[in-house]
């Protein structure tokens, strides 16, 4: 049985960009859903976001795990873990994430997430897997994508 | 650095993304997708083979409108082609479309592993990670069936990538977490733990993450992993800000991987080697005393990363909760974020400080705090901060402060946000009811929570304060007092009403010598507000009035009068009609007599396990039983497991049983032996689901109510509880025709908060030892739910007791002298050793308990019959305590060896 416990799961359940007005820009799931669900948490998750300003905390519960996230321009970036998990390490890696897909798209805006959606899934893969903190040090994840960019 | 234009290398498909983002309406939008779709589908259907390009570039375009939301059928095969490309950017796609689309049973699942199989071995570092990532993405049981021996071979190969053995090592993770059954652990595994070691910090910081999962699991075979954990992290935190280069962020060193670590450590009791003990103290404390240090930096990165580390260190500490030193400056380090001008900061620390509460060492630190977490519950802003002020002070509670803090939570209460009202209600009941050293002061609160918010007054709670007033009579004429004046409020809760109708009923006498509360004025007051109530406090109101009849005789006529009426007669409802008629019916037969027997006031209840519990705890300190879990088993046992309070000897229509405790409670019972001698409670709870039990056995017969509590906001679809009973079993207990087995049918949908019935009937046919399995299986959130728990019918449901004189009592005993007749358990005390609460149990085991019987007054004797549907089966028992050893022996005779084992087995696990 897929009991939700502290540690049985993967930490991360999913990874959400947003805009303000609800579009998706990333969704990368690490649980199994089905797609009416997944449409149901992203609006979920846009809904008690968005309504927080800047005096409340970058936390929000939700249903049983929590979501952190973090604004950035009109960008909502989000990520679901478990409850127990290190609030300020994910908020951290979120930002750590943003500064690499910076450096990556120079000056990232978002028609970049748009445009170039498939590479952002690289990116991705190259931070987090399995749910997990895969490679924190930018200097290692942007020369693996310049590597990859060469390929091309 | 080069940048990335947009949409280089597929012209196309920029194109296509541009004309999308240009529709003016949703309309224009599909239309423009079904164009494309046809565009797409005739060039995958031409003649003309395509080429790797213009295959890439569709099924991107296809993932694209999947992406918007537009279902897609085709393509499936044309992604499969592409993963044997030779070409990254190909493969990649191809790759990238199989995981975001292609779901785990898809009939291409062969192609596909055929596929990942054959980048594995391509020696190509770029080719193994996508095949990497792609079944880490997917994880599906049919890829951890094809992969599972292959990836942990990569994992150690010592000529691996480090780019690939981090990819691995979480492949790894991901399989083991979906089919841990096909992840048989093996020689890789001391070679996994050794790569905490590893030089590359990615490999350590992917490798971590695996080996926390499966320390987790296999706790023995990972030990060697906290010492490496130790060193490695004292590595890093002794290293200058500018040691591990590439590692370091915003000044802080790989604060990741520290914070992977500590959850590593936090799988494994303190270290016992000394030395390495030692080393983690001494970490543990650099990172204490870093926190004391001005900031490297005035980013708000720096000192996020940097109380990332520092929160996690205190995680640690408090799961060791053995260094009083750390502990109360993990405290003090707290206690400065509380005033933090960060909101995080102060959140956290509320958080934190809550489970620091509870620790021996740092409870009395902690309480030093108190005023300033007032203060938050006072100012702070964000709900969720509040929240946390509020469990804080709860965790925080203790006899000296109890007062002040139910007094400060009632006040918040008034304006608290409606989303956590009723837990604040719960916790107020809770701290009341525990650190009550003065009950008109417990009854002032619970009235007070009834009139601030009484809709959030859960039934537990009610019921509570009359169990505790029935049981204490100190408190019973001030309760009585108490209520009547609360009832002359115009509009006072309907909760008030029950409560008041209740205490009145039992004793409303206490208070009649005072002209303004005479038994006239009291019996106007209650039924002014009969009418504007619900159909179960109008029955709780009747019995009121019949408990009047027999308090008052001089009301009588007007209490005849009202049940005489229509509206009570002739009601529509079935059982106030019921009452009405039978009430009215008692006081015109009974003589004065049997009426003060009938209507006598009741009996108190019994004392519970927490009060138990609380005697341990005065006995042996607080280090036994922290508060924090004290309250845990308060919760589920106390609050939830009570009797219901049943106003007179009629059926009892006050509500159903167990209904929600916390949400957030953590699992606490499955079966086991907790219900051997009770027959209501709560069988089993996590996050979810709690189930709860009402159950009633006569004879050979049985009847189990099970209550299925939804805990979440959110719907469980496809509810499916089946009784799963191995045939030779049904054949014992569940007598043969199917239609005893689950009588109703349970609706496959449960709402968010609701709670659902079943029914079933049990017959005993033969004696047996295992009992039947429940398995519930459900939908939650997307995700498949499965829950196993053990129904506790055992076999002494079904046993009556039986009286006897000594000498009958001897007689047989030594007729059962036979050796099979006899099983006989000597056994350790696990309880502290109350006679009063062993006969409390020999009783609810079901047999009857014999006084002076036995020669030793210290002694216990039962007796009593088994029913089963062929046999009867006399059993006689005897329990002798030694309590300087701290021992029992229990003997067991009867005519069946079986059931004389059997009910040996269930009796002493009980004491």
């Known amino acids: 049985g897929v009991l939700e416990g502290p540690g049985t799961e993967c930490a991360i359940r999913f990874i959400l960009i947003q805009n303000r007005a609800g579009k998706t820009r990333l969704a990368k799931w690490y649980m199994q859903f089905d797609d009416d669900e997944k449409q149901k948490l992203i609006e979920e998750v846009h809904a008690v976001v968005t309504v927080r300003d800047a005096k409340h905390t970058n936390f929000v519960e939700f249903r049983n795990f929590k979501i952190i996230y973090r604004r950035y321009a009109g960008l909502y970036f989000c990520i679901c873990v478990d409850v127990n998990d290190n609030n300020l390490a994910y908020l951290e890696a979120i930002h750590n994430f943003v500064e690499v897909l910076n450096e990556y798209f120079h000056n990232v805006c978002e028609l970049d997430l748009v445009f170039n959606f498939y590479k952002v899934y690289t990116v991705v893969d190259e931070m987090f897997l399995a749910g997990e903190i895969r490679e924190t040090s930018q200097t290692k994840v942007l020369k693996q994508l310049l590597m990859l960019q060469s390929l091309e | 650095m080069p940048a990335v234009s947009k949409g280089d290398g597929m012209r196309g498909l920029a194109v296509f993304i541009s004309d999308i983002r240009n529709c003016k309406s949703k309309e224009a939008e599909i239309k423009r997708i079904n164009k494309e779709l046809a565009n797409i589908r005739s060039k995958f259907k031409g003649d003309k083979a395509l080429d790797g390009y213009s295959k890439k570039k569709y099924v991107c375009k296809l993932l694209f409108i999947f992406l918007l939301g537009h279902d897609i059928d085709f393509g499936h095969m044309e992604a499969v082609n592409l993963l044997s490309s030779n070409r990254y950017t190909e493969k990649q796609i191809g790759y990238l479309f199989i995981s975001v689309l292609v779901n785990s049973n898809s009939e291409l699942i062969r192609l596909i592993n055929n596929a990942i199989k054959n980048d594995l071995a391509s020696r190509n570092p770029t080719f193994m990670g996508l095949a990497l990532h792609c079944i880490a993405n997917v994880g599906s049981r049919e890829m951890a069936e094809a992969f599972a021996g292959e990836v942990p071979k990569i994992l150690v190969a010592g000529d691996t990538m480090d780019s690939v053995k981090q990819s691995a090592a979480l492949c790894l993770l991901r399989l083991y977490r979906t089919s841990p059954d096909l992840v048989p652990m093996g020689d890789w595994t001391s070679r996994v733990v050794h790569l905490l070691n590893d030089q590359h910090l990615g490999v350590v910081t992917a490798a971590t993450s695996l080996i926390t999962t499966l320390a987790q699991k296999n706790p023995e075979e990972f030990k060697t992993s906290v010492s490496l954990a130790v060193s490695r992290l004292s590595r890093i935190v002794t290293s200058a800000s500018t040691d591990l280069q590439d590692y370091t962020y915003y000044f802080v060193p790989a604060p990741w991987l520290s914070v992977k670590l500590l959850r590593l450590l936090q799988c494994y009791p303190p270290p016992e080697d000394p030395a390495v003990r030692g080393r983690l103290t001494e970490c543990l404390e650099t990172i204490l005393n870093k926190a004391q240090e001005p900031p490297k930096s005035k980013k708000v990165q720096h000192s996020n990363a940097k109380n990332a580390v520092l929160f996690e260190a205190i995680s640690l500490i408090i799961h060791h909760d053995s260094e009083p030193n750390l502990l109360v400056r993990a405290c003090n380090q707290l206690g400065q974020f509380l005033q933090h001008r960060e909101t995080n900061l102060r959140y956290l620390a509320l958080e934190s400080m809550c489970t620091l509460a509870s620790s021996e060492f740092s409870h009395e630190a902690v309480k030093t705090h108190i005023d300033t977490v007032i203060n938050a519950l006072k100012t702070e802003r964000d709900v969720s901060v509040r929240q946390r002020a509020v469990d804080l002070l709860y965790a925080m509670c203790d006899r000296s402060n109890a007062q002040q803090i139910v007094a400060e939570m009632l006040s918040y209460l008034e304006t608290a946000d409606y989303s956590i009202r009723e837990e604040i209600v719960l916790k107020v009941a809770i701290l009341a009811e525990k650190y009550a050293v003065d009950y008109a002061w417990y009854v002032d609160t619970i009235l007070n929570l009834i009139r601030i918010a009484g809709d959030y007054v859960s039934e537990e709670v009610w019921y509570r304060v009359i169990q505790i007033v029935i049981n204490r009579d100190d408190v019973q004429g001030y309760a009585a007092k108490t209520v009547f004046e609360a009832l002359q409020a115009p509009a006072c809760h309907e909760n008030l009403v029950k409560v008041g109708g209740y205490i009145l009923g039992e004793f409303g006498n206490l208070i009649a010598g005072d002209p303004r509360s005479s038994p006239l004025v009291q019996f106007n007051l209650l039924h002014s507000k009969f009418h504007l109530c619900s159909v179960p406090t109008r029955a709780l109101l009747l019995s009121t009035y019949i408990k009047f009849v027999n308090l008052f005789p001089e009301v009588k006529t007007t209490i005849q009068d009202v049940l005489r009426s229509d509206s009570q007669l002739k009601n529509a409802d079935v059982e106030l009609q019921q009452r009405a008629v039978e009430y009215l019916r008692l006081s015109t037969v009974a003589s004065t007599d049997i009426l003060a027997t009938v209507l006598e006031e009741m009996p108190p209840f019994p004392e519970r396990e927490s009060s138990i519990l609380a005697k341990l705890k005065k006995k042996k300190g607080p280090s036994t039983v922290t508060d924090l879990e004290d309250t845990k088993r308060e919760r589920s046992v106390d609050v939830n497991g009570g009797p219901e309070p049943a106003p007179a000897s009629t059926s009892a229509a006050v509500g159903p049983l167990p209904a929600f405790a916390f949400p957030n409670n953590p699992c606490i019972s499955a079966g086991g032996f907790e219900f051997v001698c009770k027959n209501n409670g709560v069988l089993f709870e996590n996050q979810l689901l709690q189930i709860g039990l009402k159950s009633e056995f006569r004879q050979n017969l049985g009847r189990m109510f099970i209550f299925y509590g939804n805990k979440t906001s959110t719907q469980f679809l496809n509810f499916t509880p089946t009784l799963i009973c191995p045939d030779d079993l049904q054949s014992h207990i569940l007598g043969p025709s199917p239609h005893r087995h689950i009588t109703k049918p349970v609706d496959p949908t449960v709402d968010g908060g609701a709670q659902v019935q079943q029914v079933v009937n049990i017959e005993c046919v033969s004696d047996?030892?295992?009992?039947?399995?429940?398995?519930?299986?459900?939908?939650?959130?997307?995700?498949?739910?499965?829950?196993?728990?053990?129904?506790?019918?055992?076999?002494?449901?079904?046993?009556?007791?039986?009286?006897?004189?000594?000498?009958?009592?001897?007689?047989?005993?030594?007729?059962?002298?036979?050796?099979?007749?006899?099983?006989?358990?000597?056994?350790?005390?696990?309880?502290?050793?109350?006679?009063?609460?062993?006969?409390?149990?020999?009783?609810?085991?079901?047999?009857?308990?014999?006084?002076?019987?036995?020669?030793?007054?210290?002694?216990?004797?039962?007796?009593?019959?088994?029913?089963?549907?062929?046999?009867?089966?006399?059993?006689?028992?005897?329990?002798?305590?030694?309590?300087?050893?701290?021992?029992?022996?229990?003997?067991?005779?009867?005519?069946?060896?079986t059931v004389s084992q059997r009910l040996c087995e269930l009796l002493s696990q009980q004491f």
Not at chain 2, 808 to 818: A, E
Request: aromatic share 10%; net charge positive; charged share 20%.
């Open chain 2, 768 to 897: 047996f030892t295992e009992a039947p399995v429940l398995n519930i299986q459900f939908r939650y959130g997307g995700t498949f739910q499965n829950v196993s728990v053990q129904l506790p019918i055992t076999l002494n449901k079904f046993f009556q007791p039986t009286e006897m004189s000594s000498q009958d009592f001897f007689q047989r005993w030594k007729q059962l002298s036979n050796p099979q007749q006899e099983v006989q358990n000597i056994f350790k005390a696990k309880h502290p050793m109350d006679t009063e609460i062993t006969k409390a149990k020999i009783i609810g085991f079901g047999s009857a308990l014999l006084e002076e019987v036995d020669p030793n007054p210290a002694n216990f004797v039962g007796a009593g019959i088994i029913h089963t549907k062929t046999t009867q089966i006399g059993c006689l028992l005897r329990l002798e305590p030694n309590l300087q050893a701290q021992m029992y022996r229990l003997t067991l005779r009867t005519s069946k060896e």
